[in-house]
RNA sequence: GUGGUUGUAGCUCAGCUGGUUAGAGCGCUGGAUUGUGGUUCCAGAGGUCGCCGGUUCGAACCCGGUCUUCCACCCCA
């Protein structure tokens, strides 16, 4: 009985095209992460769940592939836990692995298990998918690639400024031009908080801040005062809700409004060496604008917030992100070991190069030249011009059975092949091939050299 | 995890207040056309109406459950 096929929720199939698109993309990172001084590393797709589990918070925590146990993993279970139908309680006693979840915890073990044999600081990148339990939306899977490069061991803020020259580079070799790299420190949000007095608040306060573009200020306020923010406090940071200007007015006005903060005085000294660094060294094509209500990945960034927004007519929102995170490594027993970093949205990206239509025409390769097969004879003379030229660098291939013509050249048509050769009992005669362009319709007889000559250009 | 939405041929979709053999376009296969594809013409194949149950004389259509799709929230890339 045949079953109807179908694929996991949240997962997807990718065809040739896609394949050779997301390939390009793919690459085009990677050299430049190589360009700028990043090695790669690899780590498996599924790791222990301590590893993971309690590393992103109770959300992540649910959002976390549990892979069961193999055998009767159900033994070890006695019938008190059983019986209480405690899921957390029982998924640990019947799970002892999980599927990656992102790669900066899975590099953070790695640099831990592997201390000795790396040197500080230490630069990796690092593509490979990663598995989320969530509900699949918009550009979001269950099953996705991250576009990885990390620096542990370095504090230096000269860091900061090569993420925001290597995000630059990637967007303009592919293209993108005119993104937004914003930019925000974790120390400001803070210092905001702790102005306010609301600094145990801290993270209900930059989570509702970080929707001011999408519910407004008047959502934002509502939101606050949900969650216990006081009226006198709003009041304070008003001029946040209309934050404009150039970086550089913004940075004052942050100054004044943090001056009692040592904590936000220093995210404002950070954020100005980095923005002085880059003015001087200057963009491609990139904007970079300080945003104090970017607030993404809370949990874990210490200093810098960096977020890339897709350029203004594509409306998807952000491509890509990072941050910094001081002690990276110290969950795993490595302590002061400082991580920056950033990620490429991989999904996110080839949508935006689709809609602009940025993918270069040779990114869909397909064979050039289709040698049609007339029996056994002529496919081993066919065969023979088709191994010249594959030595020559040209794709070709011969069609494996000696049917129809017809049938034949509509399999070349539809591939898009642009070429079809047509070497039967005359041309074998006298050594040569027809070429004939599927394009135009027109046709030529010529021999090996000329054809490969032809093909070539 | 919460709320909503979707599912009919390989694909995109019609299908009336519940009524007999569920349709179209595209695609596919064969032929017109035995060494010439795309265009045209002719013929043909292809459907447990997502799945399970219920209501009814009768269900693609109504009801319940479940899975899936997409959307919003939560969160996030």
């Not at 109770?58 to 993993?73: Q, V």
């Not at 404009?244 to 004044?256: A, D, I, P, V, Y």
Request: aromatic content about 8%; overall charge negative; charged content about 25%.
């Amino acid at each position: 009985m045949a079953q109807k096929p179908s694929i996991a929720k949240g997962t997807r199939d990718f065809g040739p095209e896609e394949v050779n698109k997301r390939n390009y993309i793919i690459s085009t990172i990677k050299s430049h992460f190589e360009t700028f001084g990043f090695m790669p590393i690899e780590t498996p797709s599924f790791e222990n769940s301590e590893t993971l589990m309690g590393k992103y918070g109770d959300e992540g925590d649910r959002l976390i592939f549990k892979i069961l146990n193999s055998g009767d993993y159900l033994s070890k279970v006695d019938d008190a836990l059983y019986t209480k139908k405690d899921a957390s309680a029982l998924t640990s006693r019947i799970s002892e692995k999980a599927l990656r979840y992102d790669l900066t915890v899975p590099f953070a073990r790695y640099v831990v298990m592997h201390q000795n044999e790396i040197d500080l600081p230490f630069k990796r990148y690092q593509v490979q998918p990663v598995w989320r339990a969530d509900r699949p939306q918009k550009g979001r899977f269950r099953e996705f690639y991250q576009c990885d490069a990390d620096v542990v061991g370095s504090t230096s803020l000269w860091q900061e400024v090569e993420f925001i020259q290597l995000y630059d580079t990637v967007f303009s070799s592919l293209g993108v031009e005119g993104v937004t790299i914003k930019l925000n420190n974790r120390k400001i949000l803070s210092g905001i908080a702790e102005v306010i007095g609301a600094k145990d608040k801290l993270i209900d306060f930059t989570v509702a801040l970080d929707k001011l573009d999408k519910i407004g200020e008047d959502g934002v306020k509502k939101e606050m005062l949900e969650k216990g923010i006081t009226e006198m406090a709003i009041e304070k940071v008003q001029p946040l809700f209309s934050f404009t200007g150039s970086n550089g007015s913004k940075l004052e006005s942050l100054k004044t409004m943090l001056s009692t903060s040592d904590e936000g005085l220093k995210g404002v000294e950070e954020l100005s060496f980095i923005l002085t660094a880059i003015d001087a060294l200057g963009l491609k094509t990139s904007n970079l604008e300080l945003d104090v209500t970017l607030a993404r990945g809370l949990n874990y960034y210490t200093g810098a917030i960096i977020e890339v927004a897709a350029p203004e007519r594509v409306k998807i929102g952000s491509i890509g992100g990072g941050g910094r995170y001081d002690d990276l490594t110290g969950i795993f027993g490595l302590k002061n070991v400082s991580g920056v970093g950033i990620s490429f949205g991989l999904d996110r990206i080839y949508l935006v190069l689709d809609e602009l239509g940025l993918f270069p025409p040779s990114v869909t390769t397909t064979t050039e030249v289709l040698f049609l097969n007339f029996g056994q004879n002529e496919a081993l003379y066919g065969l023979k011009a088709v191994k010249a030229l594959r030595e020559s660098g040209i794709k070709a291939e011969l069609y494996p059975d000696d049917t129809k013509m017809k049938k034949q050249m509509n399999y070349a048509n539809k591939r898009g092949i642009p070429f079809v050769v047509l070497a039967g009992e005359s041309e074998m005669d006298k050594n040569t091939f027809t070429l004939k362009n599927m394009n135009s319709g027109t046709q030529d007889e010529v021999d090996i050299t000329a054809l490969i000559e032809s093909l070539r250009a």
